[in-house]
């Protein structure tokens, strides 16, 4: 079975733990401390981050993308679209939710690692202003909501699920519409929600 480096936090991970469970493809998920940079993940990605996909014979995948596409060639399209312009879509909001999470992640890194004296407002709300706006553009077109998802819509519920994790309360005034869209992926893919980040 092939092994899945993560963390429960990471909004990375938590798409591609939804991916694969919406294709039904199974993972032995290994929670996986990036701060240690052990041998296996280092091994698997130079880069010492996670998520990284080990396969059967070793071979590693790493970026949450290049895994998203993985996952889709081996399941026979499980989560993109056949239709070129379709699955032009569902790329540009896997991208749309992944640079909500870059933005985050930049914001939470500034926090954590710099004293706070030395911690730079301007940055910070340079990434926020970043998040906001995509935000806002999503909650004014919701993307729907169809009986068979994408990765897009699984990369947006995990950058929701990331919001309410780490910025519970600053993001959902006045988005309604992404708050009720949240709600509504989880009644009808109820066994992707243990994967959210936690």
Known sequence: MPKLLYSSAS????????????????LDAIPTDTGAQGAELVSANPLGKIPVLINDDGSSVFDSRVITQHLNRISGNALFPRNAEKRLDAERLEAL????????????YERRMRPEEKVHAPWLDKQWTK???ALDVLNANPPKLPKKITAGQIALRAALGYLDLRFAGQWER???????????????????????PA
């Open 11 to 26: 909004p990375f991970s938590a798409k591609v733990r939804m991916a694969a469970a919406y294709a039904g493809l199974a």
């Open 97 to 108: 939710a992944d640079g909500i999470c870059d933005c985050l992640l930049a914001h939470v």
């Open 131 to 133: 998040v906001t706006r």
């Open 174 to 196: 006045g988005r309604p519409k992404l708050k009720r869209w949240a709600a509504r992926f989880d009644e009808k893919f109820p066994e992707l929600k243990p994967h959210l």
